[in-house]
């Protein structure tokens, strides 16, 4: 099941349109940064799990799953970030790339 960027901004949208109904107030930048924040150190904690930094005694199941979706809900929080501040997301990151491969390219890489 392969989708394009804008199909899964989209698809984000519309969740974010329908949890306007039950949020106790419209989210900001500031409300999607602590979101964000929130969603790294729940990523961060899977990856400790998945990398064995805690003494756990047993595998946790679907911890693969979980990083999964923690890296989910970190992009989804960057594509709210993006619209709050009218961010092309997708020309941004080419254009990350392009300076990228350029910066390489005069350094001789």
Excluded: C
């Excluded at 949890?19 to 900001?28: G, H, M, Q, R, V």
């Excluded at 924040?37 to 799953?65: H, N, R, W």
């Amino acid at each position: 099941m392969s989708r394009t960027f804008a199909e899964m901004q989209q698809m984000y949208r519309e969740v974010v349109e329908r949890f306007s109904t039950i949020e106790l107030k419209p989210w900001e930048a500031q409300g999607a940064m602590i979101e964000l924040s929130k969603q790294v150190g729940e990523l961060a904690k899977q990856v400790m799990i998945k990398e064995k930094y805690y003494a756990l005694t047993d595998e946790v199941p679907d911890v693969d799953e979980k990083m999964g979706n923690e890296m989910a809900d970190v992009i989804a929080q960057v594509m709210r970030l993006a619209d709050h501040y009218g961010i092309d997301l997708e020309q941004a990151f080419v254009d990350a790339r392009m300076d990228e491969k350029r910066y390489l390219v005069s350094r001789g890489v």
